[in-house]
């Protein structure tokens, strides 16, 4: 079971996010993407991204692995990077990416940039992956609180995007869907930024349908200012046998 959804929020006049997923063949991929405001060709450099990596994956004729994860988005980087170089209209295209691969009983979670990656569990809702943003090293160093992040001005700078230079670094994080994950999220920060993982938590507990889930959590967004693009992906579900990828 999978929900997602994508808008252009409620300032801007172009959706740079990009969101897509494939159950073909023997692997399912899921991957977000956000390309970077404020630069040309965000919206390119986001669609480019998904699409390479999940052509990547799910033209495997086996099993991907971990390795084929960070791989794929290496061809994504590579990708972007090259095509940035083809016109002056395209220079400094750049994007995040966050991407999870079911793998058996194993999920992989890589991710460059802020768009983040959360799991719900029957009890608590918890954030995977670690942004590579300017606040997110202020709050690292100690030098502004976890609180004081939130609102910081600088939060839109990020240290780590796809496309931007020759090679890219993604992290990479494994999660053991034995142990009682029941959904899994990615998300750009436009959502972050206006709605709290409390308020996303209680949005998916109070509600089965994961359309309904979108609809709610991005209007939520809305009524709070969504100064940038706001998309969610959640897949999973009560009972869901992750083996299954189709």
């Known amino acids: 079971m999978v929900g997602m959804i994508t808008d252009v929020g409620n300032v801007r ?25 404020g630069h040309n060709a965000g919206e390119v450099a986001s669609k480019m991204t998904v699409e390479t990596i999940i052509e ?8 991907a692995t971990k390795e084929d994860l960070i ?8 990708r972007v990077y090259h095509y940035s170089l083809s016109s002056s209209n395209l220079r400094g295209m750049g994007t995040t990416v966050t991407a999870c ?55 839109n700078i990020i ?24 959904h899994i999220i990615l998300c750009t920060d436009g959502l972050t930024n206006e709605v709290s993982k409390e308020e996303i938590y209680n949005t998916v507990k109070e509600h089965k349908d994961y359309m309904v889930i979108c609809e709610k959590l991005i ?21 869901y046998d992750w083996n299954y990828s189709r």
């Open 13 to 37: 006049k172009i959706n740079e996010d990009y969101l897509s997923y494939s159950l073909e063949g023997n692997n399912a991929i899921y991957v977000i993407a956000d390309g970077m405001g």
């Open 56 to 63: 990547s994956i799910k033209n495997k004729d086996v099993k």
């Open 71 to 78: 791989d794929a988005i290496n061809k994504a980087n590579e």
């Open 101 to 155: 691969l079911i793998d058996d009983n194993k999920a992989w979670i890589a991710n460059v940039g802020d768009s983040s990656c959360y799991i719900i569990k029957r009890d608590n809702i918890y954030k995977i992956t670690k942004d590579h943003s300017l606040v997110q090293e202020l709050v690292d160093d100690g030098s502004i609180t976890e609180r004081e992040a939130l609102n910081h001005p600088n939060k």
């Open 159 to 182: 240290t780590r995007a796809v496309g931007t230079y020759s090679e890219v670094e993604a992290d990479l994080y494994e999660l053991d869907l034995t142990e009682g994950i029941e």
């Open 219 to 239: 209007d939520l967004a809305k009524q709070r200012s969504a100064r940038d693009n706001i998309s969610f992906m959640i897949f999973g579900g009560d009972y």
